[in-house]
Every structure is written in C-alpha cells, then in structure tokens.
C-alpha cells in the first residue's frame, strides 16, 4: 500500500525558515518524481514544486523560486522542502504527492500545516 | 498561465441522482485533466486521470469526457459516500487547479 506521511509543519513567524519531509513507502521511491502542493485555508490547491526520480532536476512555481528548495533522499525514502524567508500567503496545508510518469499526482500524504505569523 | 474555470461552485443533489461537473481550460490541454475528491480534513484522491482513465479502485460510478479545453466529471448515480469537494486539474503545461464544486446531498 502505497503510503505518504508529512511531518514538520508548525507556526513560524515571517521571514524565517522551516523544513518539512514527507516519508514514502509501500512503493519504489527512487522510480517516482514527487511534488508538494499546498492548499491555503478555505482556497483551492495550489501546485509548488516538483523533483525528478533521482534529484537531478527540479521545478518550482515563480512566488517560491528562490526562497522554497524541493529535495529527497532516495536512501531514506523521503521527500524535503526547505522554507526560507516565509510570507504570510505561504500559510496552508503542504501536502506531498507521488508523480506518475504520466506527470499527474496519484497518491497524495494527508498533508501538514504550516501557519506564517508573528 | 492556463487558467481553470470549473462550475458549479456548489451543487446540492439526491442520492441516485446523475450529476455533472465541467471544467473549461483557457486554452488547449489537448487530454491532460484530471478530477479529484477531497473529503473534509482528508487528502485529495485521484478519481480520472488523463480525462476519461478511472484510477485504480475507484468505482465506475465515476467518468470523465472531453478534450481540448472543455471537460466533464461525472457521477452517473450519487451515493451517499460523494460528498465532498471536487477539483480538475490540468498537467499539460505547469500545473493548474480548478477552484473546487462543493456537493452536497440535498
């Protein structure tokens, strides 16, 4: 059974950093691209950043370029986002979601919360 | 950009009911839209990928139609289990969500 689980969500305040990981099993990690897509609250979803199979290449959307970094580390079957300089519009539930070769989203993490307030 | 329209923004139906959910892209996405389920306080799950494939497990209750930039999810018989939030999403170019059809059981 396919499985993805978000961890390191949490309050921060503006202008500072935070990283969260999403652990995968249930699957061949390594095979897969893998996305983050967040929903604000009471918005609709919202695409943020894709990173190929083996980490070579990586996309983002242009309100995170520069300030978001997607990773993984297909040793530990996980999947990263590092957070910095956070606005309060980056407030919303982060979910990571497996990425067919097909390039859409078929299995998605119940997702976790980050809250960007001073 | 593309942009996703999708409509109706809310929809109230009887069990057994057919209902219907469109989205329209802004420009051609050629087969590339798929529907999503989102339950309260849950994930979203893959219903229809690539406008008319059913994902693994999902009952045939559920299809899809369309191409180019006009798209349809439909329900052919409401079950209770349908409520819930409902998003297209479209991968020809970026990513783009529609903006979600709350159903309801009337």
């Known amino acids: 059974e396919v499985q993805l689980v978000e961890s390191g969500g949490g309050l921060v305040q503006p202008g500072r950093s935070l990283k969260f990981s999403c652990a995968a099993s249930?699957?061949?990690?390594?095979?897969?691209?893998m996305a983050w897509v967040r929903q604000a609250p009471k918005k609709g979803l919202e695409w943020v950043a894709t990173i190929i199979y083996d980490g070579s290449s990586t996309y983002y959307r242009d309100s995170v370029k520069g300030r978001f970094t997607i990773s993984r580390d297909n040793a530990k079957s996980t999947l990263y986002l590092q957070m910095d300089s956070l606005r309060s519009e980056d407030t919303a539930t982060y979910y990571c979601a497996r990425t067919t070769t097909g390039w859409y989203f078929d299995f998605w993490g119940p997702g976790t919360m980050v809250t960007v307030s001073s | 950009d593309i942009q996703m329209t999708q409509s109706p923004s809310f929809l109230s139906a009887s069990v057994g009911d057919r209902v219907t959910i469109n989205c329209k892209a802004s420009q051609n996405i050629n087969k590339y839209l798929d529907w999503y389920q989102q339950k309260l306080g849950e994930a979203p799950k893959l219903l229809i990928y690539n406008t008319n494939s059913l994902h693994t497990g999902i009952p045939s209750r559920f299809s899809g139609s369309g191409s180019g930039t006009d798209f349809t999810l439909t329900i052919s018989s409401l079950q209770p289990e349908d409520v819930a939030t409902y998003f297209c999403?479209?991968?020809?170019?970026?990513?783009?969500f529609g903006a979600g059809t709350k159903l309801e059981l009337k």
């Open positions: 249930g699957f061949t990690f390594s095979d897969y691209a």
């Open positions: 999403l479209q991968h020809n170019s970026g990513y783009t």
